[in-house]
Nanobody, 121 residues
Framework: QVQLVESGGGLVQPGGSLRLSCVAS???????????VGWYRQAPGNERELVAT???????NYADSVKGRFTISRDSAKNTVFLQMNSLKPEDTAVYYC????????????WGQGTQVTVSS
């Protein structure tokens, strides 16, 4: 049973927008509901990096590289986290994943399949 699904990626031209969704269910959904959730990305040859985090109190952090362009939000009732990406740049090209930073730091997170974002003209 798939408990974590990322979607919404695609091919977009520079300056374009995409909205990613991360839907958690079952045990993962319960984990989402009581923890901060982050969006991560990994480009070929690079390590996975954290781009945005939303906490249970609604506070948010962004990586400097995406500030002012990306917006993270969550629908707690549906255990869903979104990433609105505007003014996309070629360097945003990567596979995007969602995850729980606490569990990732403990080495106890199983990554989903991710969603590919390609920014190219």
């Amino acid at each position: 049973q798939v408990q974590l699904v990322e979607s919404g990626g695609g091919l977009v031209q520079p300056g374009g927008s995409l909205r990613l969704s991360c839907v958690a269910s079952g045990r993962i959904g319960r984990i989402f509901s009581i923890n901060a959730v982050g969006w991560y990305r990994q480009a070929p040859g690079n390590e996975r990096e954290l781009v945005a985090t939303i906490f249970t109190d609604g506070s948010i952090n962004y990586a400097d590289s995406v500030k002012g362009r990306f917006t993270i939000s969550r629908d707690s009732a549906k255990n869903t986290v979104f990433l609105q990406m505007n003014s996309l740049k070629p360097e945003d090209t990567a596979v995007y994943y969602c995850g729980v930073p606490l569990l990732i730091g403990l080495g106890r997170w199983d990554w989903g399949q991710g969603t590919q974002v390609t920014v190219s003209s």
